[in-house]
């Protein structure tokens, strides 16, 4: 039946000669010809039937997955990768996710998108931020600016309201043949009368 699935021998407890080596290559020849197929066929049923069946749709199941890379190596590699500016530290978040199988948060800020090396050569001269500087924007002049365009919006709508008040009382003055409503609505029953 192992043999069926292609489990290697090790796995199916039939190999009494292995070492780390040969323990290792069984295991991840094991984990992506047989037990990863099996797993997205899974997850792709319960996504496709059972999630849109109860009617779920901004949420995806995915069935967690053992670490078959070697951590540490993949950690020093990412590491040094980071540190001489290969990868940016929201690309090193996303292997160091691989190596630990979860998803980290994302860190919106700018120094995560640059190379470590730009960022600390941008402490070390005192220059923070490497944006231009109509770019670059704190929350406080965010705040100020919103404050500012509410107080020119509060102003344009009462120049508006002054504008419509001065053309109503124009045309109220102008107009001369201006009836009450009770003797347009006697003008009405006379023409329909008429007709």
Known sequence: MGSAFRLPKILRGESKDFNRATAESALRFAEDQVFQPERDEFDFLMNRRLLADMGIRFWR?????PVTRDPER??????????VGVLTPEE???LAGDIFNREFRRIGDDWTKRPITLTLAGIQTGVEDLRTGSAKRTLIDDARHLIRLREE?????SRLLTNRMDLARKYMTEKED???????NDRLRRMDDNR
């Open 92 to 94: 090193g978040r996303v």
């Open 178 to 184: 201006v009836c009450p409503p009770s003797h347009q």
């Open 153 to 157: 919006l509060k102003n344009e709508e």
């Open 61 to 65: 199941f995915r069935s967690q997955t």
């Open 74 to 83: 993949m950690t020093q590699m990412v590491e040094k990768l980071v540190r």
